[in-house]
């Protein structure tokens, strides 16, 4: 099969994904919506990071993150805490982290679900080949 078609293939599947991952997230069983969740894993991955690291590398606008931000706040799940610089630095508050592990658990199970009938070498393949494309996909 030509790389175009193959690659076409995983676009395909790469949109499917995100559209089910969407979808998913819109359970009652999901703590956080998929944008905050997406903030709130951030701040896990990058403790300390401020809004401008999270706009950058999420490639959206300052003011489209501080909303999103704002409503984490207010909904008491993320914190700004002071810090050097520019920017205030971002950590999870308790109810933030525990909502942050409530909805990893629901959709690490919908994944988990999906590749029920996989091998383990089959996971452990999938697993290395979406963190090499990832890392490819990178452009800083």
Not at 82 to 92: N, T
């Amino acid at each position: 099969m030509p790389r175009t078609t193959d690659t076409a293939q995983i676009l395909s599947a790469l949109i499917l994904i995100s559209r089910r991952g969407v979808s998913d997230a819109r359970t009652p069983d999901i703590a956080l919506s998929m944008t905050a969740q997406s903030i709130v894993g951030y701040i896990v991955d990058n403790p300390g990071c401020r809004a401008a690291d999270i706009a950058r590398d999420f490639r959206l606008n300052r003011s489209t993150v501080s909303r999103q931000l704002g409503d984490l706040v207010r909904a008491g799940l993320v914190s700004e805490v002071e810090g050097p610089g520019r920017g205030r630095p971002l950590e999870l508050t308790d109810a933030g982290a525990q909502a942050y592990r409530e909805t990893i658990a629901v959709l690490t199970g919908a994944v988990a679900d999906a590749m029920r009938d996989w091998s383990d070498g089959d996971v452990d393949r999938f697993a290395h080949d979406l963190a090499r494309f990832t890392a490819g996909a990178r452009t800083d």
